[in-house]
Nanobody
């Protein structure tokens, strides 16, 4: 049973913005960290942004640093990913996952939802 529901994807032009949402439930509510990942066709899944649920500290992959912002709304159990200055290479299926292990290690995450598609056209 999915413990996460992603939403907010869509199609935008280069330079546009989108905000994705990850609604948490079940065991993910008590996870140490939540992170956003993306998977483009013929590429490996890439961890791009993470947040510590306790104090809200964040960390990013170099590919999105300065353009994407991860945040959380604890009252609504939602983790958002605000994406700006989007590029065609940002096109991918975006999903979120959790860990209670070493947060900066993308390999520690599991429990991805079905994801939400982002397409950036040039």
């Amino acid at each position: 049973q999915a413990q996460v529901q992603e939403s907010g994807g869509g199609s935008v032009q280069t330079g546009g913005s989108l905000t994705l949402s990850c609604e948490l439930s079940g065991y993910m509510l008590s996870a140490k960290c939540i992170a956003w990942f993306r998977k483009a066709p013929e590429k490996e899944r890439e961890g791009i942004a993470g947040i510590y649920r306790g104090d809200g500290s964040t960390f990013y992959a170099d590919s999105v640093k300065g353009r994407f912002t991860i945040s959380q709304d604890n009252a609504k159990n939602i983790v958002n990913l605000q994406m700006t200055s989007l590029r065609p290479e940002d096109s991918a299926l975006y999903s979120c996952a959790s860990t209670s292990g070493f947060c900066p290690s993308w390999s520690m995450y599991n429990g991805w939802g079905q994801g939400t598609q982002v397409t950036v056209s040039s």
